[in-house]
């Protein structure tokens, strides 16, 4: 198989496996990638392995809610080296397991600490595409999915969307993030400050 031919199977499977809303869906996934091509490009990263770990980040999402004892990242994983093992990809065992580690590294709260330049990319531009204008959608309907909010609202960006840019590993995405965090902070400061 050329590398078309695998990141057309790899964007199928990701499809058929992603949950069908706007928070984590394929649209969420397609964004991620196309932020990972971004910084992935101007660093000089692996962009076929890059490509493939943003296209499998998510797959164990739609599962989490069945197996609540472990993080979607790590379904993910687990996902992603099954596909593996069911395909015949020329990818060399190297960049497989930079995938995988890729994979279960992006979370926020799977608490492994990215090794690879691809898997700190892939941790970051999940991060990002939680800020900014698109993040704030995101949390306010995360939020309302959950029955929660504006105070709700509100404590979700401080217990985790307010931190995200600090957690982010590379020069290139902290760029990134301070532009998409201003939006954030200009809403959370204007939010309460509105309901105080």
Known sequence: MNVDEILSAV??????????DDL??????????????????ALNANLLTIKIAALLH???????????????????????????????FNINIDNI????????????????????????????????DALGAIGL????SFTLRNKGGIIQVIEHLENKILKLKDGLYLEVSKQIGEERSKIIIDFYNKIREEIM
């Open 58 to 88: 998510d797959v164990g999402r739609i599962y989490e809610k069945k197996n609540d004892a472990k993080n979607h990242a790590e379904m993910s994983g687990e996902m992603a080296e099954k596909f593996f093992q069911k395909t015949n």
């Open 24 to 41: 984590h869906g394929f649209k969420h996934v397609e964004r991620v990638l196309n932020l990972c091509v971004q910084i992935g490009t």
């Open 137 to 140: 959608y995101r949390t306010i």
């Open 97 to 128: 397991e930079n995938i995988i580690h890729s994979i279960r590294a992006h979370s926020f709260s799977n608490n492994i600490k990215p090794k690879t330049l691809e898997a700190k990319i892939l941790s970051d531009a999940d991060k990002l």
């Open 11 to 20: 964007r199928t499977f990701a499809h058929n496996n992603s949950e069908k």
